[in-house]
Structure formats: C-alpha cells, structure tokens
C-alpha cells in the first residue's frame, strides 16, 4: 500500500476517530497510528497479516473498538490491558492460544470474541469484566468449562464447536446467563448439570450436535423449569 494512501487514511482518522485497513496484506501494526494515539475509538485491520500486536497498542487509551479479526496473531500483549474504555475486543481466526491476564483489567470490555483461535483451556481471570455481556469461545479446542465459570457476569457465552466432555455444575451459578451455547461438542446426557435447567437463569440453553438426542433433554429433571424461562423469553421478542 502506497504512503499516500495510508496517508489520506490516517487525515481522516484524526477527524473521525476511525481507523479501517482490511484485507492489504499488513504484515505489522501500522507504526503512523502512533500519531493518533489520543484520537482514535475504533480501529479495524482484519484480513491482514499481523502476527503481533506491538506493546505500543497500549498507548490508545480512548479506544473503544478493536478488530484484528482473520489475522496470524499468536497472541495479545500484555499492555492491551491498558485500554480502559475497549469495549469491544474481536480477534477471531487467528492462532491464539491464551490471553494475558491483563485481559481482565478491561472494565468497560462489552463484546470479547475469541472464536476460531487455538484456545485450549477455557480463559482464566474473566470475572473481573463487570460489564462483559458476550463471551464467544466458539470454534476452539476447549475440553472443559471449570468451576470458575459462575464468576462470569456474561449474559451469553458461546462454545459452539469445541471439544467440550465437561461442563461444570457452577455454570448455573452465572448471575446474568440467559444464553449458553454448545453446539457440537463431545457432552453426553449424563454431562449436563440438572442445576442449568432447575436453578439457572438460562433461558437459551442450545446443545444440538452432542453425543445424545437433544429430545432426551425432556427426560431431565428440571427441563419443565427450564421450558418456562424460554417460552418467557420468546413471548418478549414476539
């Protein structure tokens, strides 16, 4: 990409505070951004070649959109725990595998979609995002949701597509969970916690593509309660 082109891109960036350069085969962070470092709120590289984010992102301090979606990154630095006011945070087709506990520094995180990456182990050291309303796992090599699950404030999280054999009972223990999904994950009968269906506030509860029909569900105890909360839901969007 010419200079003059990312130049006119970055004059309209200072007026708008947005900055947008998908699919231009960038193999590094653009390093003229840093000129915009108290102007920008949203940036999007996606569709790029990025295989790390500098330790300089840290330095946007009134971003509030970040998108580095379908690039290489092996992971996040550190200091993008500096982002005080990110609010949403998407890098989805790349190749992480952990986040930096700094992650969890981000107060005003809404959105934090992580789907498509090489994530084994369900993240650590969400719960002090308050605000976090969606939490999407999908399409990774996560085996098991542990019992710190319940600290989560998400009202949805997406598993659809992982490896998933166990599911923690503290799941139900959310305190704003209405949507949890688990499409197409390795989940017998037996690996569903009654207490979604009788004592959870989750009123989506989506495990089509699992090791049993998802009729048998019916025989569960609790599926009456459960059954309650969805058609509630549904009567409110209708």
């Known amino acids: 990409m010419g200079n003059s082109a990312l130049k006119s891109h970055l004059e309209t960036s200072q007026k708008t505070g947005v900055f947008q350069l998908t699919g231009k085969g ?12 108290a102007n920008l709120r949203t940036v999007d590289l996606s569709g790029n070649k990025m295989e790390v984010l500098p330790a300089a992102i840290g330095n946007f301090l009134q971003m509030k959109s970040l998108t580095v ?15 005080k006011k990110l609010e949403t945070l998407s890098v989805t087709g790349n190749r992480i595998q952990q986040l930096p506990p700094t992650v969890g520094q981000l107060k005003a995180l809404r959105t934090l979609n992580l789907s498509g990456n090489q994530i084994s182990e ?9 605000q976090l309303d969606l939490l999407d796992l999908s399409r990774n090599q996560i085996r098991s949701v542990p019992a710190e699950v319940s ?4 009202i949805e999280i997406n598993l659809n ?9 503290e799941v139900s223990r959310c ?5 949890l999904r688990l499409e197409e994950n390795c989940l017998e009968l037996s690996s569903i916690p009654p207490s979604i269906l009788t004592q959870s506030q989750v009123s989506l509860f989506s495990v089509e593509g699992n090791l049993f029909e998802v009729k048998q569900l019916r025989d569960l105890e609790g599926y009456e309660q459960y059954m309650e909360r969805f058609t509630a839901t549904k009567k409110k969007f209708i």
């Open 26 to 37: 960038l193999q590094e962070f653009p390093e003229e951004l840093q000129k915009l470092t």
């Open 69 to 83: 979606n379908s690039n290489r990154l092996a992971g996040l630095p550190a200091e993008i725990g500096k982002l």
């Open 122 to 130: 369900f993240p650590s050291g969400l719960g002090t995002l308050r």
């Open 151 to 154: 600290e989560l404030q998400a």
């Open 161 to 169: 597509q992982n490896q998933i054999s166990v599911l923690s009972a």
């Open 175 to 179: 305190p704003r969970l209405k949507v």
